[in-house]
């Protein structure tokens, strides 16, 4: 199995442990991830598409051309990424005149040709539905044993299921948790378990207080309802926004206990025995204590 | 009370170009309901965009920065049940607003432009080492050539010939 690997800005500017952790457990599986060279930015939602349509389009075009050149689907992490493309191919497949448009702008500036045959995954899906449990369970030496999770399904995975879905049913997805489940590691469900991150967009910049309170009901529903010892994520902004509202949380009320957070990808590579320093090194809450528990006990 | 001899009867004309159709929206407010920054200070009411569209309330709309704190989550796009595509009448909206006030305009629009980027992948060389990946991400940060073309492309677009004094070289 091949992939193009869209890397996006954030996760190789920011957390580029989980692009490390993404190169080197996907290949442990089978899954060859091949660069994208001279990719660009999705583009974000609050960018080009907040700006000029056709400029928005022509930048996924732009993106979608590298993938066809290769003959391989796009697989992102960035649940804003995935969202943003999908979207983007939904819209040159349906609009014959914005399509022709881009693809004349592309050929005659640039010598590039979006064709349409393009694909964009997510990791989750390409994980659960290419690769398969049972493949993952078997990649790592020995389950994790004795430690359980909540998860935080990628909201821009979900909706609208129409153009980005992938799980049976938007509203009660599963497949994160059966990923989490396939390394040892029990999944606990809580109350605010499909509540999204509301890190993506303009929320935090034009509102951090309503932002934060947001964030805040669900890190708190997460202490009251479980025993979690860490919060799994597979998107970069559910990883960084968590990260940093629960330092934010822990600041405003000491009572509050923060947990770590990983990418799955990050949780996965350190079972398959890769170096933490290497896949797992970049947090604001530190993950070392659970890291060590993964490595070490049971083990 | 809104003096209907002075809106814009056309407005939705000019701003709903992909959406769904709006004229469907009966202002249920399930595209508030689901809305996370419906917890906004102001909040974001898509019913109200929507109703200020049709209603062709023009200042008011153009006043109106709610449409930017949308998280992009597109809860509402789901739950509509008009196929209204809430999320993209927030997106609408803030071109709308971005072609009558180029205040508006995102700065990340003119970082793409220069950079391929909205972060600067080239410039955390030592942390990515550290890591063990290469310094420099095989995205258009280490394909100058490429980044030449891309800009090209842009150039063609609406947004960069009527503003090309935000767009660097």
Known sequence: MKYGLFLGCNVPAVRPDVERAIRLSMPRLGAEMLDLEGSVCCPAFGSFPSADETASLAVSAWNFSIAEE???????QCGSCYSSLRMALEKLHENGVLREKVQGLLREKAGREFCGTASVRHIIDVLHNDIGIDRIRASIDRPVTGMSAVVQ?????????????FEESSGRPRMLRGLVEALGIEVRPYSRELQCCGGAGGFVKGSFAGASEFAFRKLRAVRAETDADLIVVSCITCLEHLDRMQAELAKKDPSFVPLPVFDYNQLLAVCMGFDPAEVASISTIPREAVVERIRGAGR | MIDLSKVN????????????????????????????????????????LVRKILLGLEESLLDDETPWLCVTCSTCEEMCPMGVKPFEVCLAVRRWQARNDESFIPASVAEIFETGHTQPVDRVREKRRAVGLEEVPPTI???????????????ETDLVKNNDYMFRE
């Open chain 1, 70 to 76: 290769l003959g391989v689907p796009m697989v992102t």
């Open chain 1, 153 to 165: 399904y990628p909201c821009h995975t979900l909706f609208p299921s129409e153009v980005v879905g």
């Open chain 2, 9 to 48: 009867a056309g407005l939705w004309r000019e701003i709903v170009e992909n959406c769904g159709d709006i004229r469907h929206c009966f202002t249920c407010s399930t595209c508030v309901a689901g809305c996370p920054a419906a917890e906004g200070s102001p909040p974001l009411f898509v019913r109200d």
């Open chain 2, 141 to 155: 940060a280490k394909f100058p050539e490429m980044l030449e073309k891309f800009r090209a492309v842009l150039r």
